[in-house]
Structure formats: C-alpha cells, structure tokens
Nanobody
Framework: QVQLQESGGGLVEPGGSLRLSCAAS????????MGWYRQAPGKERELVAR????????LYGDSVKGRFTISRNNAYNRVYLQMNALKIEDTAVYYC?????????WGQGTQVTVSS
C-alpha cells in the first residue's frame, strides 16, 4: 500500500514563496505519476500540477502557470511544488496525488494560507 505525506504548508504573505514536499512510502515502484491538487472553501478540487515518470510530461493548472514549478527526485518517491508569487486566492488545502497500478492514492493534505 502506497502512502503519501505532505509537508511544507503554512502561512505566507502575498508575493511570497513556499515549497511543498510529498514523500511516498510503501510500494513506491507502483507509482506511475505524482502531482498536486488543491481545494479551497466552496470550490471543487482542482489540478495544480502533475508529472509523469521520467519527468518529461508535466501539466499545470492555468491559474498557477508561470508561478509554480513541480519536480521530483530520481527515485520517483518524492515530489515537490515550488510556489512563487503567491496570491491570496492560492489559499487552499494542497493534496498530493499519485496514480498507482493498484489505484489512485491521495495524501491527507497540507494547508497553505496566503495572507497579509
């Protein structure tokens, strides 16, 4: 069973930066991709970014293009999200996501709050 653990969330001022990290444990060899989704109060969960194995297939949500960067480690058991130029509307719970050969796995989420 694959488990995902997010870290790096917190409170940041508008225009600031945060770096999220997601660590996969268990049968990480079964992971086919990793990424980040987020959900703000009153909104649907939306794609932030995702990356396929090999790191050559990357997809960003329109609202974060040019500001956020997704990356992974060589072992493909850790994914990062560098968030720059943060806006108040980026405030949300950010969830790590990983499709595996046995199904999709979600992390518990980490809160990101952008406020002055």
């Amino acid at each position: 069973q694959v488990q995902l653990q997010e870290s790096g969330g917190g409170l940041v001022e508008p225009g600031g930066s945060l770096r999220l990290s997601c660590a996969a444990s268990g049968s990480s060899a079964s992971i086919q991709a990793m990424g980040w989704y987020r959900q703000a109060p009153g909104k649907e969960r939306e794609l932030v970014a995702r990356i396929r194995t090999g790191g050559r297939d990357i997809l960003y949500g329109d609202s974060v293009k040019g500001r956020f960067t997704i990356s992974r480690n060589n072992a493909y058991n850790r994914v990062y999200l560098q968030m720059n130029a943060l806006k108040i509307e980026d405030t949300a719970v950010y969830y790590c996501w990983a499709p595996t050969t046995w199904g999709t796995v979600w992390g518990q989420g980490t809160q990101v709050t952008v406020s002055s």
